[in-house]
């Protein structure tokens, strides 16, 4: 099952965290950030998917030295849609920031400076839109379907998170 389909079916899972009113307030946001920056919707969208596969690379790292647990507790912790410094801290040293912000700009023309003003705002997206997998009644329990799925333990390559966030923009209607 792709990761649009765990979303879907966090949805509609009432044991799990994800909800409508959650993903439409990760899109609204993004929304806000494309006209803050002055840049369409799948610009942002294409930040955003950049900045997800960083992400994600972070969480397999945590998830191969310190397990599942911490990966979950990391995404607990730093989940939102308001600006957080320290998630892009505990993910990525100063050095990767830097070479997140040069790789989104080569590949969006956005400038650089502003994508890393951007990164506090979209590292905390993304961990909310991993979240919505998660237990409702008791989040660090294992089993966080979304996250799991982002994850890819099977290592297939098959998950964006751009993709997933351009299906959830029609999907929500915004």
Do not use: C, W
Not at 105 to 119: C, E, F, N, S, Y
């Amino acid at each position: 099952m792709g990761l649009f389909d765990q979303i879907l079916s966090a949805v509609s899972n009432p044991n799990q965290q994800a909800s409508l009113g959650q993903l439409g307030s990760i899109i609204n946001t993004v929304n806000q950030l494309s006209n803050r920056s002055n840049t369409n919707s799948s610009t942002m969208q294409s930040v955003v998917g950049i900045v997800g596969n960083y992400v994600r690379s972070a969480l397999q790292q945590k998830q191969a030295t310190e397990g599942n647990e911490a990966a979950q507790a990391l995404v607990n912790q730093y989940a939102g849609t308001s600006s957080n410094p320290q998630a892009v801290n505990s993910l990525f040293s100063p050095n990767i920031q830097q070479q997140v912000a040069q790789v989104a700009a080569q590949h969006t023309g956005l400038d650089v400076g502003t994508i890393q003003q951007m990164l506090p705002v979209i590292v905390p997206l993304v961990l909310n839109f991993l979240q919505s997998g998660a237990n409702a009644q008791n989040p660090q329990a294992g089993g966080n379907s979304v996250l799991n799925s982002f994850l890819d333990a099977d290592r297939d390559g098959d998950v964006d998170i751009a993709d997933v966030m351009q299906l959830m923009s029609q999907y929500v209607g915004r």
